[in-house]
């Protein structure tokens, strides 16, 4: 059987983004850990993607890039790109399922593709892409490469962090429906909402926007939950908005926390707390595994990169 990227980080004992700098940029490494990964890769008999230093052009297509997570995304993507002078295409679906169709046929005619969260059925996904290179990002699809963004162990900290402060009710503000991404939060936070003993309230799906977030808040506040857990972060600012309009206030009335971590977040009044995900390092890692594949190096299914909350003001003790 062919040895993969991931099965060199195993041997290695180092993760998958580490093994893939071994190389792809040899330099950021110690001299310690560069030595393993080559020596793990020598061990399996694993091809190195030297035929990745020619110059490629690939698509990247994303559901929204006036989404500040996708703009951070495309200019870590455009970065990394930019190190082996490879260019990037770029198609925005505009959360249009006709529209992802018809831009990921446009990309197979290029040397690979980055589907960053698509929305469409994993079958259909699959048989767009084709034979063409192709690399998923934030989205979990059987049979093909994927770079995750953990959807464990952020969220079950944000509900932890919530129970230790006293709340029993909590409700999650849904992100567009389809996404891989607000499903598996979901999951995460239903769970660990049942380990500590809170109430759980699903909100509807809206758009994962502040205008979204906005159109949460009077189902936030019927709910009577003293705490919500948003899709993202821009859900979370456009629920504390739509909650000021209707009288109450964060974090007196109403705690609330977000997911991404995105700049506006530790710059608003109060900071929001939040779930920060490793945005910028998944698409270099997934520009890097991109090249590999174009190169017919067998570089395994899933990397996942980890999650962490962020506590800041927008989270307190339940008011009596």
Known sequence: MTSTLTDVAKRAGVSIATASRAFGEPDRLANGTLERVLQAASDLGYSTPQAATATRTFGVVVPDVANPVYATLLKAIQGQAWHGHHRIVLFDADEDLRRERE???QARKLDGMLLCSPRLPDADVLELVGSTPCV??????????????????????????LAALGHRH???????RGSWADARRFDTISRACENHGIRLTRLSHHAASIQGGRAAAAPAVASGATAVVAYNDLVALGLEAGMLELGRRCPADVSIVGIDDIDLAGAVTPGLTTVRMPIGRSGELAVDLLLQAISGVAIGEVATLGSQLIVRASTAAPAV
């Not at 093909?144 to 900290?157: I, K, N």
């Open 103 to 105: 831009q990921i046929q």
């Open 136 to 161: 998923i990002v934030n989205r979990q699809i059987d049979g093909a490469p994927c770079v995750l963004m953990d959807t464990e162990h952020g969220p079950s900290q944000a509900v932890e962090h």
């Open 170 to 176: 909590v409700a999650y503000a849904s992100g567009p």
